[in-house]
């Protein structure tokens, strides 16, 4: 006789997922601010728009942890990859001056595994918190058969707003003005794939080593949470004369400067500014990289790139120290004809 089949006996635990969300209310709860509208737990999440501003204007992003999620399984850590993904998506949206005002996430997973789940729940929630957003809704599907036993991936989507007459879309750069670099806290969410082959396969690293110049594990030091600057830049865009942000993301210095840069303005970028961290030159001599390939994958210490006129560069940079971000000029716009949009002095 064929055994009568139901949801659990195919790989899904309805139970078991109603239990881990039960317990991860409270979390998700304390990141609601007052325009979070209804009761918890609905089809969707309400958010109230009324008096966002004069001609507020809602800016949307989205993305995912990419090849850091590998890394968190083999180390077992999952508490600190929501933050990852959050404060990832705050940098982008404040590239445009947009402050956030809500989260949604999409969790698929294997088999869901209440530890972890409260693990990555914990890291989302913390994060919004500390950016002053909430964490409106989302989806956690459990997918078996889709993912390893242990894998899951992560992505979300945010939402913030700016006054129209406020967007930074760098129109305003021109000749002369300076380029600012933010300090980043390692490698953020970018470059994992390189990285991990460079370390953990050719060079045969484990993620307990301390390999010399490192003051902390392989491990711990891959993991460092991908830095937000969004209250931060917020801060330095009501008092300074900010004309353009980009985050250091995927695609390093040559693919993400040129995305803000209007026409005749080109940037040159002295690298020989700042002190790479010593993750990077690991990296580099574990897998032969070549120096622009560097540049061109990872953000070499360099999160946040402002560019201002330079009589705000000492302010920016003042405030900057202030609040415990190191922040140095790293370069400067120039008049463009037919040269490359930017150019480092390697």
């Not at 006789?1 to 949801?7: A, N, P, Q, V």
């Amino acid at each position: 006789m064929t055994e009568s089949l139901d949801y659990r006996k195919a790989g899904v635990n309805i139970e078991a997922a109603e239990k881990a969300l039960k317990g991860a209310k409270q979390q998700l709860r304390a990141t609601h601010t007052p325009r979070v509208l209804g009761r918890f737990g609905g089809f969707s999440g309400l958010f109230d728009l009324k008096d966002l501003g004069k001609d507020p204007v809602l800016v949307a992003s989205c993305d995912g942890v990419g090849t850091k999620l590998k890394l968190a399984f083999q180390a077992g850590i999952h508490n600190t990859i929501g933050q990852d993904l959050v404060n990832h998506c705050v940098n982008d949206i404040v590239c445009c001056g947009a402050r956030p005002l809500f989260f949604l996430d999409y969790l698929g997973i294997g088999k869901l595994e209440e530890e972890v789940f409260q693990g990555i729940v914990e890291g989302l929630a913390l994060a919004c918190r500390q950016n002053g957003l909430a964490l409106l809704g989302g989806e956690t599907a459990e997918l078996p058969g889709m993912y390893q036993p242990g894998e899951y991936d992560l992505a979300g989507t945010i939402i913030g707003c700016v006054e129209r007459d406020r967007i930074l879309d760098g129109s305003r750069i021109e000749p002369g003005d300076v380029v600012l670099g933010l300090a980043s806290t390692g490698l953020h969410t970018n470059g994992y794939s390189l990285a991990l082959k460079a370390l953990l396969e050719h060079a045969n690293m484990a993620l307990e080593d301390t390999p010399p110049g490192l003051s902390r594990s392989l491990g711990e030091e891959l993991m460092a949470v991908h830095r937000s600057y969004g209250p931060l830049a917020l801060e330095l865009i009501d008092r300074f004369d900010v004309r353009g942000i980009v985050h250091i993301t995927g695609g390093g210095f040559e693919g993400n400067v040129p995305r803000i840069l209007p026409p005749g303005v080109r940037v040159e970028l002295d690298p020989s500014c700042w002190k790479a961290p010593p993750i990077f030159a690991l990296i580099q001599e574990a897998g032969k990289i070549d120096q622009r390939e560097m540049y061109r994958v990872f953000n070499m210490g360099i999160g946040l790139i402002l560019i201002c006129p330079e009589d705000a560069a000492a302010g920016v940079i003042e405030h900057c120290e202030a609040r415990d971000c190191r922040a140095m000029q790293i370069g400067r716009c120039l008049p463009r004809q037919n040269e490359p949009d930017i150019v480092l002095t390697l």
